[in-house]
């Protein structure tokens, strides 16, 4: 017989998948309450191994209740999340989400620094993802800023009148380059077609010259 239990609270689903460090941290400082009868929250638990890395350990106690709101996102319950997508926490913070294909169908979701190990687990309220990792402070601005210089500086590229990509290699040339190039080929077209007109008519009027001087040689030699 098959017996459908009811989503549970937040914090009865992470005690029953044993993510102790998540519950123990933040229920002395008393902050899941709350949280807990929240409606419609997307929440992203950290493991344990992710709260014993040392830059988590070193924390005090104030520092570590800081990073709650980091990990909530109130009023949306995002059962499915794309690539691309981001998100802001309850406290300000964004959340950017990058869906790594890892070779054939198969996928992993990425949560700022965080690598998603268990998706769509139903909440009484909303619903929850384990992370291997705890959110800190400043990442999702971070990435956010980190890809924002990476697309100016190819539109940069793109849109500079005075640059092109050549065909070869990629590399950016000047255009002032190029127009001077083709100017110079030009101008030196120009020189040589003018010398060669010059040699011409040069190469001419000798030639008459000599012409000349042969016929008024035959002529005296005629009246003589």
């Known amino acids: ?8 609270s937040l914090i009865d689903t992470a005690n029953n998948l044993k993510l102790t460090q998540f519950v123990d941290v933040f229920t002395k400082a008393n902050l899941l309450s709350e949280i807990n009868k929240t409606r419609g929250i997307t929440i992203f638990v950290p493991t344990n191994e ?3 890395r040392p830059e988590v350990l070193a924390m005090d106690a104030s520092k570590k209740d800081s990073l709650l709101p980091l990990h909530v996102i ?53 619903i929850m993802y384990t992370i291997d990792n ?33 065909g070869g290699g990629g590399k950016p040339m000047d255009k002032k380059l190029v127009i001077g190039a083709v100017l110079g080929g030009i101008c030196g077209g120009i020189v040589i077609s003018l010398t060669s007109c010059l040699m011409y008519k040069w190469y001419k009027a000798q030639r008459n010259a000599r012409r000349a001087s042969t016929s008024n040689v035959i002529k005296s030699n005629t009246i003589a």
Request: net charge negative.
């Open 50 to 52: 992710a709260f014993n």
């Open 1 to 8: 017989m098959l017996v459908l239990i009811p989503p549970r």
């Open 134 to 166: 705890v959110l800190l402070p400043g990442e999702g601005e971070q990435n956010e800023n980190n890809g924002s210089k990476d697309d100016k500086s190819n539109k940069e590229t793109k849109n500079d009148p005075d640059s092109k990509v050549d």
């Open 74 to 126: 109130n009023g949306t319950v995002m059962y499915e999340i794309k690539d691309g997508m981001s998100n802001q926490t309850i406290n300000g913070d964004t959340l950017n989400f990058i869906v790594k294909n890892e070779g054939g169908s198969r996928t992993t979701l990425y949560v700022n620094n965080a690598k998603v190990e268990k998706s769509n687990v139903l909440l009484g309220n909303g």
